[in-house]
């Protein structure tokens, strides 16, 4: 089992920056993609970034330039840094990790219970 936990949410003004935190504990399979979810009021639940064990990052078009996504394999925590924050990236953001054992066998997908983030225009 993974159990994923985040931190860092809060209320700011539009401009500022937030960074979020999430500390995986558990099962850490040596294959895995770590990534960031978000979703709104009434949206459904969409990819914000993504970062594979390897290094190789993903992003939302949404959010290319103001986010970045990295990771401490050594802690088991993956960073989501958020800066130039708008009002419309207000949401519950999630962390979420999907695993492979080293055979190629996929261990399946986890999810943290979210943080909010709302940004005050």
């Known amino acids: 089992q993974v159990q994923l936990v985040e931190s860092g949410g809060g209320l700011v003004q539009a401009g500022q920056s937030l960074r979020l935190s999430c500390a995986a504990s558990?099962?850490?399979?040596?294959?895995?993609?770590m990534g960031w979810y978000r979703q709104a009021p009434g949206k459904q639940r969409d990819m914000v970034a993504s970062i594979t064990s390897a290094g190789s990052t993903n992003y939302a078009d949404s959010v290319k330039g103001r986010f970045t996504i990295s990771r401490d394999n050594a802690k088991n925590t993956v960073y989501l840094q958020m800066n130039s924050l708008k009002p419309e990236d207000t949401a519950v953001y999630y962390c979420n990790l999907r695993g492979w054992r080293s055979d190629g066998v996929y261990m399946g997908n986890y999810w943290g219970r979210g943080t909010q983030v709302t940004v005050a225009s």
């Open positions: 558990g099962s850490i399979f040596s294959i895995n993609v």
